[in-house]
Nanobody, 113 residues
Framework: VQLQACGGGLVQAGGSLRLSCVVS????????MGWYRHPPGKQRELVAV??????NYAESVKGRFTISGDVAKNTMFLQMNSLKPEDTAVYYC?????????WGQGTQVTVSS
């Protein structure tokens, strides 16, 4: 299973970015997909998760970020609006297949004040 994430970049506070993640390869089953982020000097944190039935968000991004996609098509997006400097991080997409977590490479998001 391979995950390819893209869409990061540099944006001013209040701006928007859209991250994409495509999953390819021999995928036995897809239970959920989501995004983590790793801010500089901080621990990694779960940002958003999507599965067939629901979406869930970290409190820090609720109302600003929207996760969407099609698990059946192995694609996922993270629309990030009203970005804040504290959103600066490397963002990683993941896919849960069976009991295995598959990771994509990170994409850097930098929000300037």
């Amino acid at each position: 299973v391979q995950l390819q994430a893209c869409g990061g970049g540099l944006v001013q506070a209040g701006g928007s970015l859209r991250l994409s993640c495509v999953v390819s390869g021999n995928i036995p089953s897809m239970n959920a997909m989501g995004w983590y982020r790793h801010p500089p000097g901080k621990q990694r944190e779960l940002v958003a998760v999507i599965n067939d039935d629901s979406t869930n968000y970290a409190e820090s991004v609720k109302g600003r970020f929207t996760i969407s996609g099609d698990v059946a098509k192995n694609t996922m997006f993270l629309q990030m609006n009203s970005l804040k400097p504290e959103d600066t991080a490397v963002y990683y997409c993941y896919a849960l297949t069976g009991s295995t977590i598959n990771w994509g490479q990170g994409t850097q998001v930098t929000v300037s004040s």
